[in-house]
């Protein structure tokens, strides 16, 4: 990985810019992939109410969520992914 090195006490530096980079890929992708069908659904008769609310409660939840799941990523010790053992040589 281009970027990520390991740092002291095993940790990942330089982790944060490519997690970040990464949720913002994920994020597009999926906008991309149900935007459509959700601008087709506005028009009448569209979809119920409480889908549309459903909706607007998990994209709030991944928002708010997503940074400390960034931020956790790449503070990670590395040790925790290289203890595997398949991992081990």
Not at 15 to 29: E, K, N, Q, R
Not at 56 to 66: C, F, H, T
Request: proline share 8%; charged share 0%.
């Amino acid at each position: 990985m281009a970027g990520v090195s390991i740092g002291q006490g095993g940790r990942v530096r330089g982790g944060w810019s490519f997690f970040a980079t990464m949720s913002l890929v994920i994020a597009l992708i999926i906008a991309a992939g149900f935007g459509p069908s959700y601008a087709a659904s506005l028009a009448p008769p569209g979809l119920p109410v409480w889908v549309h609310l459903h909706g607007a409660v998990m994209v709030g939840l991944i928002v708010a969520v997503q940074p400390l799941h960034v931020i956790l990523a790449a503070s990670a010790p590395v040790a925790a992914v290289t203890s595997h053992p398949a991992m081990a040589q």
